[in-house]
């Protein structure tokens, strides 16, 4: 009878899985998560250009103090400058216009010469 008691208790104390281990599998789908994040931010704003190295874009941002940002992208190559507004002053000719049209997007039209 003793032997028949020993055996029952050993089965009783199998080893339960490690709590722990789920945590490795939940940082794997986080880093998915957020790489399908950063790509639907690209595709939403049409900025699938900056991965393409055959590709030139230039960007322009101006924060609340009034300085600008001009980003530039030349095949791998990326410069940023920072502009104030002292800087971006001074004398020149009109090269065109621009219009803003009614979703966001600004148009350029160069003028006539003749």
Do not use: C, W
Not at 11 to 22: N, R
Not at 26 to 48: H, P, Q, R
Not at 67 to 93: T, Y
């Amino acid at each position: 009878m003793k032997l028949l008691s020993e055996h029952h208790s050993k089965q009783d104390q199998a080893p339960l899985e490690d709590p722990i281990s789920g945590i490795a599998n939940l940082f794997d789908v986080s880093v998915v998560l957020i790489v399908a994040m950063i790509i639907a931010l690209m595709t939403a704003l049409n900025m699938l250009e900056l991965f393409d190295p055959n590709t030139e874009v230039t960007l322009t941002k101006k924060n609340a103090q009034g300085q600008m940002e001009i980003i530039s992208k030349k095949g791998k190559e990326i410069k940023v400058k920072k502009l104030s507004p002292e800087e971006a002053a001074g004398h020149g000719e009109r090269l065109g216009t621009a219009y803003q049209l009614e979703d966001g997007q600004i148009i350029y039209v160069p003028e006539n010469d003749g």
